[in-house]
Structure formats: C-alpha cells, structure tokens
C-alpha cells in the first residue's frame, strides 16, 4: 500500500467512527471543510491533497475541538494500525 | 404587584421556558442523526419535556386531580425524577463517549427511543391514576419518611449527581460538552437549590414563610433553571447550526 493509499484509509476510518459519534452529516461536513480533502457522500476519501500529513493533522485538530477527549480516545485504536503515520497530539 | 401575579408569570415563564427549550432541543438533536450525540441530545429534549409536563400537571392543580395538595407534590416530584433520570443517562452516555476505546463503547444507540416511549407511557400513567392511587399516596403522606422531606431530599441528591456528571463533560468534551455545560450547571443548581428551599420551609419547617411566599421563592428558581435550559438549547442549536 503506497502511502497516500494509507492516509486515504486512515482518514475514511476516522470519518466512519467520527460518523458513529456525530452523525454521519455533521462528521462529512467537517471532513469537507478541511482543505484538501475530498470526501464522497459515504464518507470514503477521494483526495487528500498534495500534504497529506497536513491534511491529516487538520482534520484531527478539528475533530478534537468539537469534541475534546472523545476523538484522542477513538483514534488510539485507528492509529495503531498504521504506524508509519503519525501527527502530533 | 401582588405575590399571586408574579407566581403565575414565573409559572408562564417556566412553562414557556421548557416548552421552547424542549422544541430547540429536538431540533438540534435531529441535526445529529443516529448517533451517539443525536441520542445523548435525545435524553436531553426527553427531560426538558417531562418538565414541560410537569408544569402543566401542576396548572391543572390538585382540584383536576381529586387529590390533596399534598399528593400532587408526590405526583410532580416523581415526574422530576424522570427528568433528572433522563439527563443523567444522556449525560453519563456523553461522559462515556470520551473514555470509549471502540464502537462497542460507544453505547446503545437507538436506547433513548425506548426510555422516551417508557418515560410517555409513565407520565400518562402519572396523569390518569392519581385519584386511584390516593389512599396510596396518602400512606406515603402521612408516614415519617414524607415528614422527613424524602422526596424533596432524594430531589436534591439526583440533581447534585447529574450536576457532577456535568462538571466532568466541561473538562473532557471539547466544544459540545463546553456548549451546554454552564448553563445546565446553572439550571440544575437552581432545581437543586428549589428542593433544598422545599426541604427547609415545608418538610423541615427550618424557615417559616407563608404557603404563598414558600411557592413564590420555588418559582423564582424554576424560572431561573427554564432560562437556563432554555440558553444550553439555544447554544446546542448554534453548535448544530454552525457545522
């Protein structure tokens, strides 16, 4: 799996279980509104930028201000599966 | 202005109040969908709505009921605990989200439903029974445990927890928990401090006020906790709103 490949796989995780505690429209939307990141209504990734570390890095900066303690707990477990990524806390 | 005017306008306010907060809170819960925080909102807007249900049933007054005014105390206060039950499983469900390792975590979406259908089926069974029940009640009324204001303390312990339960949601959730935290802290302490004023003037006679003053005080402060319920729902709606 190329790299991109994984940061595509990664993100969609993190949307699907961002999907089970906000709602699937609320957890698309704020995935849209990173810059870079293309989402399909399924909340599959499509595109994560020329950056994708960047585009990762976002996307958990926003999720963690919505909802705090709530997404460092539910990405333990994702990030473990990919250990050659890694963003800051 | 006379005390009887300014206890039915707290009496129109708060029912307004609960009506209002409870219409926002369905609106923002369904901005949520099926999800943990779409039922966490859920139990939310299901005990905003008992309290909405309370005021009517107490509008309607013991005379409706064929009950003393002392077992429509009972009646109501039971209906309190519904709404305090119904906060605690929505707050303690949102405590949970933020120590959840895994989806299985995450808890049993779609439970609200259940307890909003058995929350319903109790409050009819709450506005139907009463004079039924009477001799029942009046037991309750009449024993050492009713003179001791064990309804009124065991009302002021569920709200001291579910006030807990709150203070933990501010420090872990972020801008959710942080939305609706103070103004429920707030509201709850205003229920709280309701019961307490209960404890103190009715059951324990601490203070003594006349029956009209001791329900004028109690109305101040469910005037404030509607506000206040009033303000989270209108902050949830915001959050919702700016996704």
């Known amino acids: 799996?190329?790299?991109?490949?994984?940061?595509?796989?990664?993100?969609?995780?993190?949307?699907?279980?961002?999907?089970?505690?906000?709602?699937?429209?609320?957890a698309i939307l704020k995935a849209r509104s990173v810059s870079g990141l293309m989402v399909d209504n399924d909340g599959k990734v499509t595109s994560v930028g020329t950056d994708p570390k960047e585009t990762l890095q976002n996307l958990v900066d926003q999720y963690v201000e919505l909802s705090g303690q709530i997404v460092k707990n539910a990405l333990g477990?994702?990030?473990a599966k990919y250990p050659n990524i890694n963003i800051n806390n | 202005m006379t005390l009887e005017t300014l206890i039915l306008i707290g009496y129109y306010v708060s029912t307004l109040g609960f009506f209002v907060a409870s219409l926002i809170t369905a609106l923002a819960a369904s901005k949520f969908g099926k999800s943990a925080f779409g039922s966490v909102f859920s139990y939310l807007f299901i005990g905003t709505g008992i309290f909405f249900v309370i005021t009517l049933f107490q509008k309607l007054g013991a005379e409706f009921f064929g009950i003393a005014d002392e077992s429509m105390d009972i009646w109501w206060h039971l209906m309190f605990y519904m709404a305090l039950f119904s906060y605690y499983l929505g707050f303690k469900a949102l405590i949970a989200l933020g120590f959840a390792e895994n989806e299985k975590q995450v808890g049993a979406i779609g439970a609200e439903k259940a307890w909003g259908v058995l929350a319903m089926i109790l409050l009819?069974?709450?506005?139907?029974?009463?004079?039924?029940?009477?001799?029942v009640v009046n037991q309750y009324t009449a024993s050492n445990l009713a003179a001791f204001g064990f309804h009124h303390f065991l009302s002021f312990i569920l709200a001291a927890i579910v006030g807990?339960?709150?203070?933990?949601?501010?420090?872990?959730?972020?801008?959710?928990?942080?939305?609706?935290?103070?103004?429920m802290i707030i509201a709850l302490w205003s229920l709280a401090i309701q019961h307490f004023w209960e404890l103190l003037s009715e059951s324990w006679k601490v203070v003594e006020v006349t029956s009209e003053n001791i329900e004028g005080v109690e109305k101040i402060f469910l005037t404030i906790a509607s506000i206040a319920v009033i303000a989270a729902a209108f902050r949830l709606k915001a959050f919702a709103k700016a996704m």
Do not use: D, H, R
Not at chain 1, 3 to 26: D, R
Not at chain 2, 167 to 183: M, W, Y
């Open chain 1, 1 to 26: 799996m190329s790299e991109t490949e994984q940061y595509n796989a990664l993100i969609t995780e993190i949307i699907k279980k961002q999907s089970v505690i906000l709602g699937p429209e609320i």
């Open chain 2, 124 to 135: 009819v069974i709450i506005f139907i029974i009463p004079s039924w029940a009477e001799p």
């Open chain 1, 77 to 79: 477990s994702i990030f």
């Open chain 2, 164 to 183: 807990s339960y709150l203070l933990s949601a501010k420090k872990n959730l972020g801008k959710i928990g942080q939305a609706i935290a103070n103004p």
